[in-house]
């Protein structure tokens, strides 16, 4: 399993980065981005802290650990500059909070993460087929999410990427280890989100894709 949305205590998740990259590991987990919230107040702190503890990790246990950040509730018009400073300071991963619908998310934040330097658009809730259509031309992924609330629109954000040619790519958003997924499950969540069985392939393909060009990078 490929994981490339999770929190740790350097934001609100219950876990210490080496606990989590632990039971990723005993979840079966290959890879695992820890990608904390982030906003202007927090970013400079959290990302030094999760590069250093991410090489640590990927030095001596069974799993690579990517260093990355969420940045959540930005708004709009800041979302390109901190995209931007997030990869200057070793986010390896850019993750922004879409607009999901169990959140107030500011309305065109969609839109402008998918013009930002940006890799994942998370839960990216009733986005439009514009949008869409956007992060297929940009090389956004469209996640697919595990998380309860956000997996709500998972089957609307699946066909419009059907449509307009978008990548998609499942994660947990794991705040805790019960939220972590086997690969089993996801095929589940995939499939209830009305994929089929090539749709679900390609999509853990994608996972594969950007985390060798995130390690390589």
Do not use: W
């Not at 956007?134 to 066909?159: D, K, M, P, Q």
């Amino acid at each position: 399993m490929i994981d490339l949305h999770t929190h740790s205590i350097f934001s609100d998740g219950e876990l210490v980065p080496s606990e989590l990259a632990r039971m990723a590991v005993a979840s079966g987990y290959r890879v695992i981005a820890i990608t904390d919230h982030v906003d202007h107040s927090n970013m400079d702190f959290i990302i030094p802290r999760i590069v250093k503890v991410c090489e640590k990790i990927s030095d001596v246990c069974p799993i690579i650990a990517i260093p990355g950040v969420e940045l959540t509730h930005i708004h709009p018009n800041h979302i390109t500059s901190l995209a931007v400073e997030a990869r200057q300071l070793g986010a390896k991963i850019i993750v922004v909070h879409g607009e999901t619908i169990v959140e107030p998310v500011m309305p065109g934040t969609n839109l402008a993460a998918l013009k930002a330097p940006i890799d994942i658009l998370a839960h990216p809730g009733l986005i439009t087929e514009e949008e869409a259509e956007l992060a297929a031309g940009n090389g956004v992924f469209l996640e697919i999410s595990a998380r309860h609330g956000h997996s709500l629109t998972n089957g609307h954000v699946a066909a419009l990427a059907r449509i307009s040619g978008a990548k998609l790519i499942l994660n947990t958003d794991a705040h805790s280890p019960r939220d972590l997924v086997s690969r089993e499950m996801a095929v589940r969540i995939a499939s209830g989100a009305g994929m089929s069985e090539e749709e679900i392939d390609t999509m853990f393909r994608n996972s594969e894709q950007l985390a060798g060009d995130a390690v390589e990078g």
